[in-house]
């Protein structure tokens, strides 16, 4: 199922975006039309689709970021079940992001790993607290806080060089 251009993230949304006019919509089991992803998909999507837009829009200009993201949630859906047989969806999916958002933008915290990079953004930047960092990233909370605490992070914090709006101005 391909995934409309995302509104907003700070927007109310009432229901997922109807299935495109242009074909007729997908057949179930027992001749039922499919209208909506599997329940598993459109929580993945819901728990995950703020923080992605966010980092997404953190680096690119907002309709494209807006497109990758949509292009990665398409990945994902059109691949879910073998996704979901993976060791972790999570982490598979952000890597999938960061992958498409790290094509087209020079990192500008060169002195960080990617994992590190991302640690700090989500935390530092867009304001997340490590737990949602560890959601986000797919990682265990110990490896986010580890991540957090390297040394070069803290660095980078007390450099003062952080990157998109001040440390804590963005809202969770």
Same mark, same amino acid.
């Given at each position: ?15 997922? $975006?109807? $299935? ?14 499919? !209208?909506? =992803? ?9 728990? *995950? !689709?703020?923080?992605? +837009? ?11 970021? %807006? ?21 972790? $969806? ?5 890597? +999938? ?24 953004? +989500?935390? *530092?930047? +867009? ?19 580890? =991540? ?10 007390? %450099? ?13």
């Amino acid at each position: 199922m391909r995934i409309a251009a995302l509104p907003s993230p700070f927007a109310p949304t009432a229901r997922p $975006p109807a $299935p495109p006019q242009d074909r007729p919509p997908a057949r179930g089991a027992g001749g039922l039309t499919a !209208r909506r =992803l599997p329940p598993d998909c459109e929580a993945f999507l819901a728990l *995950h !689709r703020v923080r992605y +837009l966010r980092y997404a829009r953190l680096h690119l200009p907002g309709p494209v970021a %807006d497109d990758t993201v949509a292009a990665v949630f398409d990945h994902l859906f059109m691949r879910w079940r073998r996704v979901l047989s993976g060791a972790n $969806p999570a982490s598979y999916a952000w890597h +999938l992001l960061t992958h498409r958002t790290r094509d087209r933008v020079t990192r500008r915290c060169a002195a960080l790993s990617p994992a590190q990079y991302d640690a700090y953004a +989500l935390h *530092h930047v +867009l304001g997340y607290g490590p737990s949602d960092v560890a959601t986000a990233m797919g990682e265990a909370p110990a490896t986010v806080d580890s =991540l957090l605490r390297s040394p070069p992070v803290l660095r980078v914090v007390a %450099d003062g060089t952080a990157l998109g709006p001040a440390r804590g101005a963005a809202a969770r």
